[in-house]
């Protein structure tokens, strides 16, 4: 292999360090219901990192067999490299802990959806616990509205919701650091009673029912505006709101259609016996945002230190 073959596949391997972990646990524990488990993911996410991982190094991971998933041949070679990544990732965090007590300073951090979904307890009790001299204010929005009050500077960084196969503010590619920390899918529900409607409709019928809005600036905008848009459909709005949380009660209500995230989804077609579409889904990927320009300070360095063991985890 050439040096600038060597350097590009080692480059991939860093590239998508949720899928090196999802890849040496699955590898670990013989099958990815149970990697889902100890990462605390659900089994479609860990299933698309690790085909991220397969296509990215173009490498055969694994082979079913009657027993389950075995590593194959390359998979094999390839995770003694991964377990490698991982340890010079903790080695380095190791490394920092020796400057952690002198960071001090304030972090204006922009949260979307809710607390449990972006892991905030977790995030600020570890950020806590390392870097006491740090402190934390937080500004609620909308993914659209986090990215544009960090590109005006009002604050340091943020979470954002966006299609995993589009860059997020394009035009601003290259002036900011991206973390992609989850992938998940989008479900279309629709109230209790409405299962004959939606269960097995495609998006040219969805369309043409009464849905829930959400403002330009949201991810559920933009994720629906791309996939009616190639289907050449106009989505029949009858209420707009900007809170998950108000949009499942809309649903519940009757008032028409949504997204909402799988896991939810499916605890809301048990609890409320709301109906949940079949046919169709809208992957999604949570990520995490600062300006390149911030890269250099140390409450950012250990923002991003905190943000990847609570994610990461080692």
Known sequence: MAPSDIRDFYMKLFSNISGLLAFTTVAREGSVSRAAEVLNLTQPAVSHQLKRLAEETGTTLFRRTSRGLELSNSGAELLAKAEQVLEALAEFRRSAQQGKGSVSGTLRIGTIVDPEFIRLGPLLRRLRADYPGITTELTHGVSGEVLARLMRGSIDAGFYLSNPDKPVLQQNEEKLHTVRLADFAYRVIAPPGWQAQVETAGWEALAELPWIGTPPASAHYRLLDEIFTRHNCRQNIVAL???????????????GLSLCRESIALHQRQA????????????????????????????IAALLDSLQEIWIGK
């Open 241 to 255: 709101v900007d809170q998950e949380a108000s949009m499942l009660e809309m649903v519940r209500a009757g008032v």
């Open 272 to 299: 409320f016996g709301i109906a949940v579409g079949k046919a169709v889904s809208v992957p999604a990927c949570l990520g995490f945002a600062t300006m390149n320009r911030h890269l250099g300070r140390d409450t």
